[in-house]
């Protein structure tokens, strides 16, 4: 929104505030989606955000970034990179303030179709998943944070154990793929070739770990779009749905763990008032 | 135990249809789906379940609205028989095992 101070002595005074372009237009369709406004806040968190993305250079590299902080359904499925809209199944998620919330049964979040690896333009060997996790799967088994998979190749970001998050962005050997003993935080798996593959971790405050593998990994993935709180292999059959709160999720190509990691959670935090753990 | 209606497939196709029709007349995006799950086990075994709890009466799905407020939905849940002809599965039933992990 521009707010223009009145002119004087001649002189068109600029804008008070602006925002940028992208920022200002996923700002729009969530306010329609929710049917009210979002926060000063949380306005010009996401903007400095999206700002902060294109400076850094990363922007390009999300493809798909959900917020689902919002409490209403259609304002929870947008994306803010692309404005496409993921499709949340009708029962089994609960939309609260500053996260979704599968059942761990049947509750989940399909993203659309032009998110698949060919069309959105990521694969195994440029690649990244993110997740912001408030509050880990209640269970001890494995649970998938997000993810796909098809014919044994496999992109997904699972609860692994009762005490690590691993990322999986090939096939179906887990033992090269970086796993970190945490279970909530947020999360980013990135890959930029065949032989390297980080999990980095952020949580409270400024604390930050970070695993990597680098055997050679490199089967391609199916070219099918994931879910959030699930794993999709195909319509119907669906793996390991978890009852974690999960606060952002985003895929597209490699970028710095690090990095991205700290502006999710400066982005989550200043929209949500919550803190991670 | 999770609650929801157990029917066929050619139902569960046409629940499907509806709810993605009710937000094409409405000019939105597919935020939600009805998810048919093949029971796999149990007494149940070969049916579709579609879930659905009294907890997704309570989200707020678009501008402030729930499910209830759609007229819509009245529609199609007649359709299966009412909301009292839900049944409680085991979850286990329709859960496939994660080899992978």
């Known amino acids: 929104m521009n707010i223009f ?7 068109w005074a600029p804008p008070v505030d602006s925002l940028d372009a992208d920022a200002a237009a996923y700002i729009a369709a969530v306010e329609t989606a929710k049917g009210s406004a979002v926060t000063s806040t949380q306005r010009d968190a996401i903007n400095a955000f999206v700002v902060g993305e294109k400076s850094a250079s990363r922007w390009d590299s999300i493809k798909r970034l959900y917020l689902p902080i919002w409490g209403v359904a259609a304002a929870n499925a947008i994306c803010m990179r692309s404005l496409t809209s993921g499709t949340f199944t009708v029962s089994g998620v609960t ?45 001890t088994d494995s649970r998938y944070i997000g993810g796909q998979a098809l014919g044994g190749t496999a992109f997904d970001i699972a609860f692994a154990s009762a005490t690590e998050v691993r990322f999986d962005p090939q096939g179906s050997n887990a033992s090269v793929n970086p796993v970190v003993a945490f279970r ?6 990135a890959s930029n ?46 793996q390991g749905y ?7 999720f985003s895929i597209g190509n490699y970028l710095d763990p690090s990095a991205y990691s700290m502006s999710l959670k400066e982005l989550w935090e200043t929209c949500t008032g919550l803190t991670l753990p | 135990m999770i609650l929801g209606f157990l029917t066929d497939e ?23 789906a009805a998810s048919a799950m093949p ?24 501008r402030g609205m729930h499910l209830g407020d759609f007229p819509e939905f009245a529609q199609l849940v007649d359709m299966i028989g009412g909301l009292n002809a839900r049944v409680e599965i085991d979850p286990q039933h329709i859960r496939l095992p994660d080899a992978d992990l």
């Open chain 1, 95 to 139: 939309h609260a303030a500053g996260y979704v919330q599968g059942n761990g049964s049947t509750g989940r979040m399909d993203l659309d179709a032009g998110a698949s690896p060919a069309t959105a333009g990521y694969s195994t060997s440029d690649c990244h998943m993110a997740a912001v996790i408030y509050q880990a799967d209640s269970r």
């Open chain 1, 193 to 238: 070739s065949t032989s390297y593959r980080v999990l980095g971790r952020r949580g409270a405050g400024t604390a930050y770990a970070e695993a990597t593998r680098t055997e050679s990994a490199n089967v391609a993935f199916s070219d099918i779009s994931p879910s959030m709180a699930a794993r999709y292999i195909i319509p119907s059959v669906i």
């Open chain 1, 242 to 248: 978890s009852d974690a709160r999960i606060g952002g």
């Open chain 2, 39 to 62: 029971v796999l086990s149990g007494p149940h075994a070969g049916s579709i379940f579609l879930p659905f709890d009294d907890a997704a009466l309570d989200q707020v799905m678009h």
């Open chain 1, 5 to 11: 101070r009145p002119p004087f002595a001649g002189m």
């Open chain 1, 184 to 189: 909530n935080g947020i999360f980013v798996g």
């Open chain 2, 10 to 32: 050619q139902t569960a196709a046409a629940i499907a249809a509806g709810v993605d029709a009710a937000q094409d007349a409405r000019g939105v995006a597919r935020y939600l």
